[in-house]
């Protein structure tokens, strides 16, 4: 059903069509031709995280940077279907064996994505959680339910940003999630941005594997 907001958008996309945010050609906000000059995550990770392209690229960093701090939620669409493309081919293979195995993410009927919660203060001060619009997006392209009630924040921490070695980080998050709910044989995948030294996701799956969870993996634009 359309609403006002969707007339508005129609219309001004008619008005200020949109351009791609690396070369400016008008259509997508991030054009194919684009994405195709993104280098991709060759960093060893743990195995139950995949993130899809390098941080250490200037223009990944602009666009994480544009969408957290400059309200470009527009730039959620094209990285998102990247990572669709990612949990759908490693999700396959993965269902052949039936096994994990390092990088593989899986995809069953009792899947659900759950993106990382962010403290309340600071999605309030943003006004959104780019994770759940990220999974939001992901949840539409494959069918996968998306939950953001299961997984929430039990206190608010500082930015990882302002942390400054591993150490600090993973003491940043420790007992900062808690479970509402029951999480028991679901296959989880989290969803989030970046990951710098996993502090955050690993924090994450802990306390959803502690709660029964069946598999906890991860998924991330880039590290």
């Not at 958008?9 to 690396?22: E, R, W």
């Not at 669709?84 to 994505?113: M, P, R």
């Amino acid at each position: 059903m359309w609403t006002i907001k969707n007339y508005l958008a129609k219309i001004l996309g008619y008005l200020f069509p949109s351009c791609c945010y690396i070369c400016k050609k008008e259509g997508e906000t991030i054009c194919d031709k684009c994405i195709k000059t993104f280098p991709k995550n060759i960093d060893i990770l743990p195995q139950y995280i995949i993130s899809v392209f390098s941080f250490r690229d200037e223009k990944i960093k602009n666009i994480i940077h544009a969408i957290k701090y400059y309200h470009r939620k527009d730039l959620i669409k094209p990285l998102a279907r990247e990572l669709a493309k990612k949990i759908q081919d490693e999700g396959y293979a993965k269902q052949e064996s039936n096994e994990l195995t390092n990088n593989q993410l899986l995809i069953t009927n009792n899947c659900v994505l759950i993106p990382i919660p962010m403290p309340t203060i600071r999605k309030y001060m943003r006004g959104y959680n780019q994770s759940e619009l990220i999974a939001k997006e992901i949840s539409e392209i494959l069918s996968i339910p998306m939950n953001t009630k299961l997984l929430v924040r039990s206190r608010n921490t500082k930015r990882q940003v302002k942390t400054f070695n591993k150490a600090e980080r993973m003491k940043n998050q420790c007992h900062s999630f808690k479970i509402i709910g029951d999480v028991s044989n679901l296959n989880i995948i989290l969803i989030d941005d970046v990951t710098t030294t996993g502090a955050t996701i690993s924090e994450a799956r802990n306390i959803l594997l502690e709660h029964k969870a069946r598999e906890v993996q991860a998924i991330t634009i880039a590290h």
